[in-house]
T-cell receptor, first 110, second 113 residues
Framework: EDKVVQSPLSLVVHEGDTVTLNCSYEVTNFRSLLWYKQEKKAPTFLFMLTSSGIEKKSGRLSSILDKKELFSILNITATQTGDSAIYLCAVLDSNYQLIWGAGTKLIIKP | SQTIHQWPATLVQPVGSPLSLECTVEGTSNPNLYWYRQAAGRGLQLLFYSVGIGQISSEVPQNLSASRPQDRQFILSSKKLLLSDSGFYLC????????????FGDGTRLSIL
């Protein structure tokens, strides 16, 4: 059965810290991996990764994919309270369906 | 730019009552549209998706149904709600190719009493 597993499930850090969120997957015929940030309501799209080893970057957020070891990481540097959210990882399979992880709840303390 | 509207934001309904949640998209044509349910601490569960008017694919057998009466309108319905239908319902749109990101509405928090 295809699955996406995120770790840790929750994380509490202080403002200014750097965090690394993990997403591992077992998906038949992987097409791409997506990261979303969900604060209170709508998940908002962050990154889509299709190739191994190519880092995607947006401000203090960056992400990379390892298709050999079947995982991705999302890094956030110099964290701010506004980074507090649930971070969701999803993998697009051969049927073009997204398989979602349970998310990592990140809390940034001032 | 594209926007997605979903309403109502919250809804409290008695068991056995009907349901209608609406989702509309602006600024794009012929999008793929999706309904998800999100349970606390769990990933998003795909309920229905649509690639065009009147075309609905169901992923999970249940007492819910979906309809797409217009290109940019997607409706989630039920004739009789169950307690297990409580949850957070999200609508999403996608450019008409499946390898593009999905973009979500603000969701509806549904509580069944």
């Amino acid at each position: 059965e295809d699955k996406v597993v995120q770790s840790p499930l929750s994380l509490v850090v202080h403002e200014g810290d750097t965090v690394t969120l993990n997403c591992s997957y077992e998906v038949t015929n992987f097409r791409s991996l997506l990261w979303y940030k969900q604060e209170k309501k709508a998940p908002t799209f962050l990154f889509m990764l299709t190739s191994s080893g190519i880092e995607k970057k947006s401000g203090r957020l960056s992400s990379i994919l390892d298709k050999k070891e079947l995982f991705s990481i999302l890094n956030i540097t110099a964290t701010q309270t506004g980074d507090s959210a649930i971070y969701l990882c999803a993998v697009l399979d051969s049927n073009y369906q997204l398989i979602w992880g349970a998310g990592t709840k990140l809390i940034i303390k001032p | 730019s594209q926007t997605i509207h979903q309403w109502p934001a919250t809804l409290v309904q008695p068991v056995g009552s009907p349901l209608s949640l609406e989702c509309t998209v602006e600024g794009t044509s012929n999008p793929n549209l999706y309904w998800y349910r999100q349970a606390a601490g769990r990933g998003l569960q795909l309920l229905f998706y649509s690639v065009g008017i009147g075309q609905i694919s169901s992923e999970v057998p249940q007492n819910l149904s979906a309809s797409r009466p217009q290109d940019r309108q997607f409706i989630l319905s039920s004739k009789k709600l169950l307690l297990s239908d409580s949850g957070f319902y999200l609508c999403a749109w996608q450019e008409g190719r499946f390898n593009q990101p999905q973009h979500f509405g603000d969701g509806t928090r549904l509580s069944i009493l």
